[in-house]
């Protein structure tokens, strides 16, 4: 019976684990710097789920407000950005709770910035109006679209973020695309 040498570590994991315990430990340095390494993650996720930039970066400061009282009971059984994603989905959800609540109804389609357009209008339009639609799948439909489309994760990383199984995220993702060729 051999014995055999533990892969090495990722030094980016490693790093996060590291700035992880030092905010844990109350360190304002380190946790700033894994704000700041997690921000856009956070950002884009938001606006990939709301479409509006605007409450985006709301989502976004929530969440980060929300990191900083959260900070000491990460555990570490999942990477520490899977953490921040179900955060940042449970802050969308508030987010969109809030607003049916007010009666305000969420934007159909996303805001095109210059310095965010695609260079054929057409390509972008398409775009848009697919994520519009992606925004009005079932809660669960649209989450799994979202992670695996829209953030490039693997069936088994969004399983994990969503807390279901792989499998089960296999089967809303197929759910969804029945839907979207219905919608689109």
Not at 14 to 25: F, H, P
Not at 45 to 66: H, L, P, S
């Amino acid at each position: 019976m051999g014995l055999t040498a533990a892969p090495p570590r990722d030094p980016a994991t490693a790093l996060a684990e590291a700035l992880v315990r030092r905010a844990q430990n109350g360190d304002p340095d380190a946790f700033s710097e894994l704000v700041g390494t997690h921000y856009d993650l956070i950002y884009r996720t938001a606006w990939r789920w709301c479409g509006n930039r605007d409450d985006a970066e709301d989502i976004a400061q929530d969440v980060c407000i929300k990191l900083g009282g959260a900070i000491a009971g990460f555990d570490g059984r999942s990477a520490f950005s899977s953490w921040v994603y179900r955060i940042t989905l449970n802050a969308v959800r508030d987010w969109q709770r809030a607003g049916q609540r007010r009666g305000r109804h969420a934007r159909s389609y996303a805001e095109i910035s210059p310095t965010e357009a695609e260079p054929d209008q057409e390509a972008a339009a398409t775009s848009t109006q697919l994520w519009a639609a992606v925004r009005t799948l079932p809660e669960k439909q649209r989450d799994a679209v979202l992670l695996v489309y829209a953030e490039e994760l693997s069936h088994a990383e969004a399983a994990d973020i969503m807390g279901i199984k792989e499998a089960t995220i296999s089967f809303h993702v197929h759910e969804a695309r029945k839907t979207l060729r219905g919608l689109l």
